[in-house]
């Protein structure tokens, strides 16, 4: 498994935790605010700011764009933000700043009433934003939209309730110039987790070639058969087994997707509804921006707060007991001994490879200081919080007060 976090050389990662049920019946997806969308679109709400604010600082008329190809009805029916109203609202927060940010938002959506909600929010919240609404299916419009997006940054959200387009046709949205001076590009995935309902093919007599195929097309080859069979060989694989295979799938998409588009890092958020379940569905991010990969890492970070905090609030609404009235208190007390935890584990593996007698970075060393269990879950503040631990305990000289960019910040040996 790749993992760890941003640096060239390095890229995949994979972090714990979800939300709630997704259902694949749209209607009812649509009534509330399902807590699987909690944690993506705490994501997005929190990662879309600093990409519209990077990115358009430099952009043709400080132009960005968003792509929301399986857009949705824009709100939830308890009035919820849907990812149509998120971005709408951070397409007006941009433009407030005090060097605007112009932002255009282009939502396809192919379900006629669901397309016709999402027209009623969009019309009523848009005031100056530029958008453009398509009702039809995603595979079809997207080249047509990365053409009028091509000279500025783009960030496309693929959020479908099945299967996304072909990898050939995500890749495809990173045929646009890069390197230094060129627009940034950003996708982000939902790979569902109806992965294991077309995996269980495999084991089926029937002819269900036709079905496989259609997996091969969002992989992008049938690799993705050997590599499931590979550590779920038979029908009656373990739980364990089903999730491995699961992962091993997610993983050789989000490199193949990365060789394919020539991004430089992805992001794999597994989206769990407890840590142990299994994972609902996948969230893969592709950019070819160091900057990116860091602020999403970031970002991730904080969603999976919010997410803690929204699962720690419906178990105390849950709770026959009445203990709803101090869940908060309960939840921050809950997660500052996480915080503490993290800090700890961090202060020791920095400790560990200062003791190998050289200074690193941390980005450089993103496996041996993350492991397994910390990657997506960590932040700037807990390496920051861990580096004065060891400065502290007299290990390294260096002290990360005021260093913004702590992943790129050389711990010296004391
Ligand atoms: C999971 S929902 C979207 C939720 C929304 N993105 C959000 O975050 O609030 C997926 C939507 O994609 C639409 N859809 C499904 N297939 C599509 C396609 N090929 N092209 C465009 N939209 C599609 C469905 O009708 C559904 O409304």
Redesign the pocket.
């Known amino acids: 498994m790749q993992r760890s976090p941003p640096s060239p050389s390095l890229i995949t990662q994979r972090d714990h935790f979800g939300g709630g049920s997704?259902s694949s019946d749209?209607s009812k997806?649509?009534k509330s605010k399902k807590s699987a969308?909690v944690l993506?679109?705490a994501i997005?709400n929190s990662y879309a700011t600093p990409f519209g604010s990077k990115t358009g600082s430099t952009s043709k008329n400080n132009r960005v764009s968003f792509i929301?190809?399986?857009?949705?009805?824009g709100r939830y029916e308890d009035g919820s933000e849907?990812?149509?109203a998120?971005l709408l609202r951070k397409a007006k927060e941009l433009a407030a700043m005090s060097r605007p940010r112009k932002v255009e938002l282009h939502f396809?959506?192919?379900?006629e009433e669901?397309v016709a909600k999402l027209r009623a929010v969009v019309e009523a919240e848009a005031e100056d934003v530029e958008y453009t609404i398509t009702d039809?299916?995603?595979?079809k419009h997207l080249p047509v939209l990365l053409d009028a997006v091509k000279d500025i940054p783009v960030f496309v959200?693929l959020?479908?309730?099945?299967l996304p387009?072909p990898l050939e046709e995500v890749a495809a949205i990173f045929d646009r110039p890069s390197g230094p001076g060129t627009s940034a590009t950003e996708v982000l995935i939902?790979l569902t987790a109806s992965l294991r309902r077309f995996a269980g093919m495999l084991y089926s007599d029937k002819a269900v070639e036709n079905s496989l195929k259609k997996l091969d097309a969002v992989c992008g080859g049938a690799w993705w058969r050997a590599a499931w069979l590979e550590k779920c060989p038979t029908k009656d694989a373990s739980e364990d087994q089903k999730m491995a295979a699961e992962l091993a799938v997610v993983e050789g998409y989000a490199d193949k997707l990365r060789e394919n588009a020539g991004a430089l890092g992805t992001w794999i958020i597994d989206v769990r509804p407890r840590a142990g379940l299994k994972p609902l569905y996948y969230l893969v991010f592709a950019t070819r921006s160091i900057h990116g990969m860091v602020t999403f890492g970031e970002c991730a970070s904080k969603g999976l707060e919010h997410w803690r905090k929204y699962h720690a609030e419906v178990a105390a609404e849950d709770d026959l007991f009445g203990s709803a009235a101090d869940w908060e208190e309960a939840w921050r007390a809950e997660e500052k001994k996480l915080s503490a935890q993290w800090v700890d584990t961090l202060a020791d593996r920095i400790t560990g490879e200062l003791a190998k007698g050289h200074a690193f970075k941390i980005i450089d060393r993103s496996e041996q200081i993350l492991g397994d269990d910390l990657v997506g879950l960590v932040r700037t503040m807990h390496f920051r919080a861990a580096i004065n631990k060891v400065l502290a305990a007299g290990k390294t000289t260096t002290d990360p007060k005021g260093v913004a960019d702590v992943y790129n910040l050389l711990i010296t040996p004391a």
Not at 108 to 111: A, I, L, Y
Not at 136 to 139: L, N
Not at 159 to 162: I, K, S
């Open positions: 997704l749209t997806f649509h969308a993506k679109h997005i929301d190809g399986y857009a949705g009805p849907g990812s149509g998120m396809v959506e192919d379900d669901t039809g299916d995603i595979s959200y959020d479908p309730c099945g387009i939902n």
